[in-house]
């Protein structure tokens, strides 16, 4: 019994440590909410409006991601408002209106789950998209599904089947008054108007985290990663047999010209003559065939690249800045039950780490869409010009077009160069 008590007492003993956690813990609560407010209204707006441009908006795909921007920043401030509140202020909306508890209990999982099945229905668009749009009976029907207006009714889906999902927390009082008193001083971000607070509900709240796990991270993941999966290979196996095709025809065209013109080709100096020849025109045929080939698979190649590595990014971030709070709120013991200090602090500042986590993935999409879509940084970058000619004047120009598009068609360029030798030469020819 007593190397029992002198086991605990030496793993309780770290009180200094403690007390520097908790330093660190007041004092991330106190910028971290500003941060986020400031970076992530910045970044959300410009998205907005970047996605929201003519040449845009037509676009099923930047539809479903501008109104991901408004539900980040509407996740963003329903977080970090009530942080503010509760830890610059010392105001408590949960405590002085019933409502606000309530609304504040549904947003903080209704909100995420929103966000999470957008991602999805971004991820089922471009499988209806690059998939379907490849087979000829179903290229109308795949044009017709991705519209805006589609767009809207999918969107319209997942937001009232997810609100039915959470409309529970309308239902439950107030479990404040049950909280323990440490639980208070020590917990961070508490949802009084939630189940996990009434011990005769216990039950019924361990399904529900399993319910928020599946919702929220697991099944969104899957299906993402699954559409990754699908797209790429379809793009990469439609390029490889339109090439087939293309290779296919060059080479029957050019040996139905051979049975037609079976003579060899005269020496002469006759140019007019030499463009006539049949033999030299099914050349130039094959030549262009070949030429348009390989420019169509490099193009559709880079396309497959440039979606992948966006899904992938999409992928890669959502999981990862998602998966840490979900997971830490199925696992973590409760605040009151562990024994020293220090686990209270440490388990705090975990907490706090994971919100920071989940809150900056409302922030970063701003930063993938530039890198992985040129179609947004296009557009981003004349909205920067445009801002910049309207306070400085109409010849300032902080960005260059050519700067811009520099990158996507540094390809093309290479593509050219190599495909057509001859018309290079031509062109250097007469400009000397």
């Not at 890669?316 to 840490?324: A, E, G, H, K, R």
């Not at 039950?337 to 706090?352: F, G, R, V």
């Not at 530039?370 to 910049?388: D, G, K, P, T, Y």
């Not at 050519?402 to 390809?411: C, L, P, T, V």
């Amino acid at each position: 019994m007593a190397s029992n008590q002198s086991v605990n007492y030496s793993q309780c003993s770290s009180i200094r440590e403690a007390e520097l956690i908790s330093r660190l813990t007041d004092t991330i609560l106190l910028i971290y909410p500003w941060i986020m407010i400031i970076f992530g209204s910045i970044s959300n707006s410009i998205t907005f409006i970047v996605l929201t441009r003519p040449k845009l908006r037509k676009s099923s795909t930047f539809f479903y991601l501008s109104c991901l921007s408004i539900i980040d920043l509407a996740s963003l401030y329903t977080f970090c408002v009530n942080f503010v509140l509760v830890h610059n202020l010392g105001i408590d909306l949960q405590l002085h209106s019933i409502l606000f508890c309530k609304v504040y209990s549904f947003l903080i999982y209704f909100l995420p789950h929103l966000s999470a099945w957008t991602c999805v229905a971004v991820s089922l668009d471009r499988v209806v998209g690059v998939i379907f749009s490849v087979r000829g009976k179903y290229a109308s029907t795949a044009r017709k599904w991705n519209t805006p207006r589609k767009a809207f009714h999918v969107m319209l889906v997942i937001f009232s089947s997810l609100f039915l999902l959470n409309m529970h927390f309308f239902f439950y009082p107030s479990g404040y008054d049950n909280i323990d008193k440490e639980i208070k001083n020590k917990d961070v971000n508490l949802i009084y108007c939630s189940l996990e607070h009434f011990p005769d509900y216990e039950a019924k709240y361990r399904i529900w985290v399993l319910v928020d796990l599946y919702v929220n991270v697991l099944i969104p993941f899957a299906i993402m990663l699954i559409s990754s999966v699908i797209i790429v290979h379809g793009i990469l196996r439609s390029t490889k047999n339109l090439a087939q095709t293309l290779a296919q025809e060059s080479t029957r065209f050019s040996d139905d010209r051979r049975l037609s013109f079976p003579q060899v080709r005269p020496k002469s100096s006759n140019s007019t003559a030499s463009q006539s020849d049949p033999l030299v025109i099914t050349r130039k045929s094959i030549n262009l065939i070949k030429r348009a080939s390989t420019a169509f698979t490099s193009s559709v190649s880079s396309k497959a690249r440039n979606v992948s590595y966006m899904l992938a990014a999409n992928n890669i971030v959502f999981i990862s800045l998602t998966l840490p709070i979900v997971v830490y709120l199925s696992v973590q013991k409760p605040i009151d039950q562990l024994m020293c200090e220090y686990d209270k602090s440490k388990a705090k500042l975990i907490k706090i780490i994971c919100i920071i986590l989940m809150n900056s993935n409302c922030t970063v999409n701003i930063f993938i869409y530039s890198f992985m879509a040129s179609e947004f940084r296009h557009q981003l970058f004349e909205l920067i010009n445009l801002i910049f000619k309207f306070f400085f004047g109409p010849r300032t120009v902080l960005i260059k077009n050519r700067f811009s598009m520099k990158s996507d068609f540094k390809s093309t360029k290479q593509n050219s160069s190599g495909d057509f030798p001859e018309s290079q030469s031509k062109r250097a020819s007469s400009s000397k």
